[in-house]
């Protein structure tokens, strides 16, 4: 998924831990003038660079929100029981309109699961990935047992839909997950996630599904990569196992469709793979990365601060791995941040300010530098 496996991460075991707290300075700015209730200011006191925060959905498991070329509208996953709807979808919604309490128009099938869908450059079309192919069902999600992981679904592949929901077109065919696919902002390529070498390993191919090329090459899951604004560079998540134990268990994981997302860095490199660079050395999971406008920071989430793997807030850091600094303070999960193209406005998935359920939630506020 795009993050999902991007999501799956969280959406699962994360959204479900109740609200802790997380000392004085995560104390909300919660604002609610006697004569409307109704109102809230849904940021906390030291989100300095987030500013007219809003609350886009309502209810259910709402991942991955990412703005179409022209910032007018977003496409989401949604997975939320109310609209019968088991697991993910692909979904359409206004940028600067909140959703009501109808569903809003799907663009996937219906069947299956899908993740990770991304617009196209024209704004008319989305790639997402999908199962619907190969099953109208769900697939099964792994049980959780001592160690969390995520499954890599063989029966993931990447499909182009018009705005209408009607699938134009599949990009990947070859056997094996096939996903986390995202576009550059020069339109001409997709970089994506695939197990078809045997690893998990980054690729890219041509806007049309031609000349894929494989550009990540190290034992490790490497997956969730974005171009960078000018399209020249990609900045993504990854595992890297060193020790003999860690190789083992990441290899017969990967035997059963299965990885274990709880140990990743940030890293970059250029887009036809060269000059890899590791970003961030935090420890535990630093994952979802994503380019500051200025092709310079990247913003992701981590738990590197949390004791029990828990919370999840953005942070920012210099390309070159200084100057970290904590974007958001919610006291259980902030993640898929993605700025708008303009730069002008973040939105990201929360758990913030859900009364205590499981459901997380898209939001969107201005940048403030």
Same mark, same amino acid.
């Given at each position: 998924?795009?993050?999902?496996?991007?999501?799956?991460?969280?959406?699962?075991?994360?959204?479900?831990?109740?609200?802790?707290?997380c000392?004085?300075?995560?104390?909300?700015?919660?604002?609610?003038?006697?004569?409307?209730?109704?109102k809230?200011?849904?940021?906390?006191?030291?989100?300095?660079?987030?500013?007219?925060?809003?609350?886009?959905?309502?209810?259910?498991?709402?991942?991955?929100?990412?703005?179409?070329?022209?910032?007018?509208?977003?496409?989401?996953?949604?997975?939320?029981?109310?609209?019968?709807?088991?697991?993910?979808?692909?979904?359409?919604?206004?940028?600067?309109?909140?959703?009501?309490?109808?569903?809003?128009?799907?663009?996937?099938?219906?069947?299956?699961?899908?993740?990770?869908?991304?617009?196209?450059?024209?704004?008319?079309?989305?790639?997402?990935a999908?199962t619907?192919?190969?099953?109208?069902?769900?697939?099964?999600?792994?049980?959780?047992?001592?160690?969390?992981?995520?499954?890599?679904?063989?029966?993931?592949?990447?499909?182009?839909?018009?705005?209408?929901?009607?699938?134009?077109a #599949?990009? $990947?065919? %070859?056997?094996? /997950?096939?996903?986390? &696919?995202?576009? @550059? +902002?020069? !339109?001409?390529? *997709?970089v =994506?996630?695939?197990?078809?070498?045997?690893?998990?390993?980054?690729?890219?191919?041509?806007?049309?599904?031609?000349?894929?090329? #494989?550009? $990540?090459? %190290?034992?490790? /899951?490497?997956?969730? &990569?974005?171009? @960078? +604004?000018? !399209?020249?560079? *990609?900045? =993504?998540?990854?595992?890297?196992?060193?020790?003999?134990?860690?190789?083992?268990?990441?290899?017969?994981?990967?035997?059963?469709?299965?990885?274990q997302?709880?140990?990743?860095?940030?890293?970059?490199?250029?887009?036809?793979?060269?000059?890899?660079?590791?970003?961030?050395?935090?420890?535990?999971?630093n994952?979802?990365?994503?380019?500051?406008?200025?092709?310079?920071?990247?913003?992701?989430?981590?738990?590197?601060?949390?004791?029990?793997?828990?919370?999840?807030?953005?942070?920012?850091?210099?390309?070159?791995?200084?100057?970290?600094?904590?974007?958001?303070?919610?006291?259980?999960?902030?993640?898929?941040?993605?700025?708008?193209?303009?730069?002008?406005?973040?939105?990201?998935?929360?758990?913030?300010?859900?009364?205590?359920?499981?459901?997380?939630?898209?939001?969107?506020?201005?940048?403030?530098?």
């Amino acid at each position: 998924m795009k993050q999902k496996m991007k999501s799956a991460f969280i959406l699962i075991p994360f959204s479900a831990i109740l609200l802790a707290s997380c000392g004085g300075n995560s104390e909300p700015q919660e604002v609610i003038p006697a004569e409307d209730s109704t109102k809230v200011i849904l940021s906390y006191e030291n989100e300095k660079h987030l500013a007219n925060v809003r609350q886009l959905t309502f209810g259910g498991d709402n991942a991955e929100a990412y703005w179409s070329f022209d910032d007018a509208s977003l496409v989401l996953q949604i997975t939320n029981p109310n609209w019968n709807i088991p697991c993910d979808q692909i979904y359409l919604m206004n940028a600067t309109a909140e959703r009501d309490s109808m569903p809003l128009p799907m663009l996937s099938t219906g069947k299956g699961r899908t993740t990770c869908a991304y617009f196209m450059p024209d704004d008319k079309s989305v790639l997402y990935a999908s199962t619907h192919h190969v099953s109208e069902e769900c697939p099964e999600v792994p049980e959780r047992g001592e160690k969390y992981v995520w499954a890599l679904y063989d029966s993931f592949d990447i499909f182009v839909a018009d705005l209408q929901g009607n699938v134009t077109a #599949q990009l $990947t065919k %070859e056997p094996g /997950y096939d996903a986390e &696919a995202t576009v @550059s +902002p020069k !339109g001409d390529k *997709i970089v =994506f996630t695939s197990t078809r070498s045997g690893d998990v390993e980054l690729y890219t191919m041509n806007i049309d599904g031609s000349g894929i090329k #494989q550009i $990540t090459n %190290e034992l490790g /899951y490497d997956g969730g &990569a974005f171009f @960078s +604004p000018d !399209g020249t560079r *990609i900045v =993504f998540r990854a595992s890297r196992p060193t020790t003999p134990e860690a190789v083992k268990e990441y290899k017969d994981l990967l035997k059963e469709g299965l990885v274990q997302p709880v140990d990743m860095e940030v890293f970059v490199c250029n887009s036809d793979g060269s000059d890899v660079q590791q970003v961030t050395n935090l420890g535990k999971a630093n994952w979802c990365p994503y380019f500051h406008p200025s092709g310079e920071k990247i913003i992701f989430a981590s738990n590197h601060s949390s004791e029990k793997g828990f919370p999840f807030n953005l942070y920012m850091i210099n390309i070159d791995g200084t100057g970290l600094e904590q974007i958001t303070s919610d006291p259980t999960f902030d993640a898929f941040p993605m700025f708008s193209n303009d730069g002008k406005k973040m939105v990201w998935g929360s758990n913030r300010f859900n009364g205590g359920t499981r459901e997380t939630n898209i939001f969107v506020a201005d940048w403030v530098e």
